[in-house]
């Protein structure tokens, strides 16, 4: 089942193209991994996906739903957690859960039984009174990707959030992700670790606005003949205009 389809999705600003004419699909369940050098496209691509941001032209559906006609469908069915994590420090951890349980509608009888599930499961009982600006990066990280799948959307869109966090507490967020993945939410995730381009089940690289490439993480390295994902990107974006 495709929960997102993209085709020929362009953006331009002007006389420059930031998005052009990208054509891809995601299926229910898939971590589907897109990345790109910054100023590839990556975000911009990624605000249109989210109801954000109008195409200048092509087609693109999320959960069923047409980015141009319908973006508030499509921001009910979706979960977002950026590198910043979007949690608000002076709350405790259960208000901040509280908060995005309103803010996404879930109806308000659930929302204590499912903040006092969520913080058994992730072993964060005895924080629930913390407040959020002394947790933990790790920590933050763990509770924000939680609040942004507090709802059960069909899909969540993560944008860099392992950003500054270290290698052990990544791949603890990494598990958060398959557990997620296995409920049926659809994981698009853009990185600039190479290392996490390995745990998704697609990738697709942007290279000046294009995806130039797009296959399992085990193909593309048998199609350019290398060892890693990190040379894949590197053959791929070394020849790239836009610059950092």
């Not at 691509?45 to 941001?53: D, P, T, V, W, Y």
């Not at 803010?103 to 629930?128: C, M, Q, W």
């Not at 507090?150 to 392992?162: G, M």
């Amino acid at each position: 089942m495709k929960v997102i389809e993209a085709h020929d999705l362009t953006k331009r600003f002007g006389n420059f193209t930031a998005v052009d004419a990208i054509t891809f699909e995601v299926e229910k369940g898939e971590i589907f991994g897109f990345l790109g050098a910054n100023g590839a496209g990556k975000t911009t691509a990624m605000r249109m996906l989210c109801g954000l941001s109008k195409p200048t032209s092509g087609i693109g559906k999320v959960a069923g739903f047409d980015i141009q006609k319908d973006p508030e469908n499509i921001k009910k069915n979706i979960g977002y957690m950026s590198q910043k994590f979007a949690l608000y420090e002076d709350l405790k951890v259960w208000e901040n859960l509280r908060l995005f349980g309103g803010i996404y509608g879930v109806p308000a009888k659930e929302i204590n039984p499912r903040i006092d599930s969520l913080l058994h499961t992730l072993g964060f009982t005895a924080e629930k009174n913390t407040m959020v600006k002394s947790l933990p990066l790790g920590w933050k990280q763990k509770l924000a990707f939680s609040a942004a799948i507090f709802h059960e959307p069909r899909i969540v869109f993560l944008d860099e959030p392992t950003g500054g966090v270290d290698p052990a507490a990544r791949r603890q967020f990494w598990e958060l992700i398959y557990d997620a993945a296995d409920r049926g939410i659809t994981v698009f995730v853009t990185t600039h670790y190479m290392d996490e381009a390995e745990y998704c089940d697609r990738v697709s690289i942007m290279v000046d606005g294009r995806i130039d490439a797009l296959d399992s993480p085990t193909n593309l390295k048998e199609k350019y003949n290398v060892r890693s994902m990190d040379e894949v990107f590197f053959q791929l974006a070394r020849g790239a205009k836009a610059k950092e």
